[in-house]
């Protein structure tokens, strides 16, 4: 309250209307470097990522689906998930590479539970054990 008084009191004439641009400037200069530069710099990698896939890598979408590459068109991907299992889904929506070379890979697994297996992710070590 004790600062709107003060600029309250302070004589119109003798103000800079420079000077209430200027914190507007640094606030728009702070959005650009903390908010729009990062999230450009992301769909720039995602975009190339997206280009660089290509027929027998295996990806991951967005949805969490593991599967390789059996054809892409356009804007359109199709993804093996199982033996003689084929998905089309958007080329938009596949997120990232699996790294096979570095033994990430999901493979399935049987927990005891009498439900079925279930994939879980290996970091490489054993391929008949999952990882922790």
Do not use: C
Not at 59 to 81: N, P
């Amino acid at each position: 309250m004790h600062v709107l008084s003060m600029l309250a009191a302070t004589d119109s004439k003798s103000s800079n209307p420079l000077g209430l641009f200027v914190p507007m400037i640094l606030i728009g200069g702070a959005m650009y470097f903390l908010m729009i530069r990062p999230q450009r710099r992301k769909m720039k990698n995602q975009q190339s990522l997206q280009s660089s896939i290509d027929v027998g890598d295996e990806v991951m979408t967005t949805s969490g689906v593991y599967g390789f590459v059996t054809l892409l068109e356009d804007d359109i991907a199709w993804l093996e998930i199982d033996d003689n299992v084929q998905i089309r889904i958007a080329r938009q929506a596949l997120q990232r590479k699996v790294d096979t070379s570095a033994g990430e890979t999901a493979i399935p697994s049987d927990d005891g539970s009498g439900r079925g297996t279930k994939i879980e992710p290996t970091d490489g070590t054993a391929a008949d054990e999952p990882s922790k």
